[in-house]
């Protein structure tokens, strides 16, 4: 078996990693603890690799108390598309393809959970949903907050907020397995170089494009937004709702592009790209619209002529 000062470090991390979702801080290391798993699987064997996992899940049930059976399922969600990640590396293929793939079982593994939960424990996720919302603004409304809404309006309040998070519950859906594959990979392939394992990049920032038909797609889209009534809930409606949103910001990050290319061209240090993008927290409108127009017009080829 494959066992080296590496491999031990980076099974402590990973053991850390699933303690710490038992924890307060778990919002911030959820998102960390794919990539511990990805860089032993690229380091070492298959048998290794599994003797490994298996002492990682042991000692983190034993050391989680009464919530060890949450913290290894947990574990076991994130193992699976880690697997995947690492296998892709380990084979030489593009990062891409190892993107694409983590953020298809991520997401295909976060819809089938919820499925379950449904089916399996009878749950409404909307009912729940608003009750927990419900329960908690009562709390602030009996605390003293009656200048954030009228006293009594906690109940319609939450119910109002369950139907705006459930309608957009695919798009939260998809930027969460985006977020678990990009973060996991920027660290892993830091984590794989340092340790001498060469993995590939993803294709540089200048280079990001997508088809033209896209801005034909967010035109619909935001006609339909504006077309259909606030009450509507169909799936139509759902689908419009979470269609324009995760198309602005496919064109937000054209427009990073378009400065990282901007930049290039002009022989700008990449400092000066990023400064350019920093905006975009205060006027994100304005980025939607260079990403439009980026990809609507021949822009880069008029600079590049320059």
């Given at each position: 078996m494959n066992v080296s000062w590496r491999s031990l470090a980076w099974s402590a991390a990973a053991w850390l990693l699933l303690v710490a979702l038992a924890t307060p801080l778990n919002f911030v290391t959820i998102l960390l603890t794919m990539t511990p798993f990805v860089v032993l699987y690229r380091m070492l064997s298959v048998k290794s690799f599994a003797a490994h996992v298996v002492a990682i899940g042991a000692a983190a049930f034993l050391a989680s108390g009464g919530i060890g059976p949450i913290v290894v399922t947990l574990g076991f969600f994130f193992l699976v598309p880690s697997i995947a990640m690492g296998h892709i590396y380990k084979k030489g293929s593009p990062a891409k393809t190892a993107v694409l793939v983590g953020f298809v079982i991520v997401l295909a593994q976060l819809?089938?959970?919820l499925a379950l939960f449904s089916v399996m424990f009878d749950i409404d996720l909307k009912t729940e949903l608003a009750s927990l919302l419900t329960d908690n603004l009562k709390e602030l409304e009996r605390a003293g907050g009656t200048e954030l809404f009228k006293i009594g309006g906690a109940e319609?309040?939450?119910r109002d907020m369950s139907e705006q998070v459930m309608n957009l519950l695919p798009m939260l859906l998809l930027f969460s397995s985006v977020m678990f594959t990009i973060v996991t990979h920027a660290l892993s392939r830091q984590a794989l170089k340092a340790s001498g394992?060469?993995?590939s990049a993803l294709p540089k920032v200048k280079t990001w494009k997508v088809p033209r038909s896209f801005v034909l797609y967010y035109v619909i889209a935001l006609i339909a937004v504006y077309s259909i009534s606030n009450d509507a809930v169909g799936y139509w409606a759902i689908v419009a709702r979470n269609l324009e949103p995760i198309l602005g910001f496919v064109f937000t990050l054209i427009a990073f592009g378009f400065f990282f290319f901007l930049a290039d061209?002009?022989?700008?240090?990449?400092?000066?790209?990023l400064l350019l993008c920093v905006p975009v927290l205060f006027f994100p409108q304005a980025y939607l619209l260079i990403g439009l127009l980026d990809t609507?017009?021949?822009l880069r080829?008029?600079?590049?002529?320059q």
């Open positions: 819809l089938l959970e319609s309040i939450g394992f060469e993995t061209a002009k022989k700008w240090s990449k400092i000066v790209a609507a017009f021949p080829k008029a600079f590049n002529k």
